[in-house]
């Protein structure tokens, strides 16, 4: 099967802070990747779409400054958390499109940010 | 907002069937039905899709009703590793627009029991 990684797994850093997160594609070429954040006890909210060599589209309520999201290649899209707070501990999790529509959407493990 | 709606949890035996139904009442004719699972402190996992027509694979089978308006994903032998919670999502195929996009509901928790 698709197979998508994240790095890092976990992560504590320091209010101010920034923290970058990467999302890979391991056996398949992602045109489109996706960025979700889960709080607890809730069900996944869809940050932003990326593509392959554009910029990202943001959904509605999501500070595209403060989460800046890079797509350079078709096996890597990147989430920085630019002057992280603790409100944006979360976990983070990204998904990669494989084939075309109707695209089989596969998800990373996520990535559990913690801010202090 | 979730165009599907899904009892918040369910329980069944450890080697039974597990039937997941999943209401979409206002699907429209280009929407696709995803299920996809999450496990506790992991990513999602996706388990099938469909138009129209039943579907099976290695992990499921998808039950779609004749109008569209409901379906039910079948897990026909349970194990105590499927115990997780389970989305049951409508979207079109390929484009850009909000219905195009994976938007998770509330899912509903299946808990299998020994």
């Known amino acids: 099967g698709a197979v998508v990684s994240q790095h890092p797994s976990w992560v504590i850093c320091k209010s101010g802070t920034s923290v970058k997160i990467e999302c890979r594609s391991l056996?398949?070429?992602?045109?489109?990747m996706f960025w979700y954040r889960q709080f607890p006890k809730q069900s996944l909210m869809l940050m932003a779409t990326?593509?392959?060599?554009?910029?990202?589209?943001?959904e509605q309520g999501v500070e595209k400054d403060k989460f800046l999201i890079n797509h350079a290649s078709l096996t890597l899209s990147t989430l920085t958390v630019t002057s992280a707070h603790p409100e944006d501990s979360s976990f983070y999790i990204c998904?990669?499109?494989?084939?075309?529509?109707?695209?089989?959407?596969?998800f990373g493990p996520g990535t559990r940010l913690t801010v202090t | 907002d979730a165009k599907t709606t899904q009892p918040p949890s369910m329980d069944c035996a450890e080697g039974r069937a597990a039937n997941l139904p999943c209401n979409h009442s206002?699907?429209?004719?280009?929407?696709?039905v995803y299920w996809y699972r999450q496990i506790h402190s992991q990513g999602p996992q996706y388990i099938i899709h469909?138009?129209?027509n039943n579907e099976t694979n290695e992990m499921a089978s998808l039950i779609i009703t004749e109008d569209r308006k409901s379906s039910t994903l079948i897990l026909p032998h349970a194990t105590l590793r499927d115990t997780a919670v389970y989305y049951c999502?409508?979207?079109?195929?390929?484009?850009?627009?909000?219905?195009?996009?994976?938007?998770f509901g509330k899912g509903i928790t299946l808990s299998v029991r020994p």
């Open positions: 998904s990669a499109g494989r084939g075309p529509p109707p695209y089989e959407q596969y």
């Open positions: 999502i409508v979207r079109v195929a390929g484009g850009t627009g909000a219905n195009s996009k994976l938007t």
């Open positions: 206002t699907i429209s004719g280009n929407e696709y």
């Open positions: 990326s593509n392959e060599g554009s910029k990202a589209t943001y």
């Open positions: 056996d398949f070429q992602a045109t489109t």
């Open positions: 469909g138009l129209k």
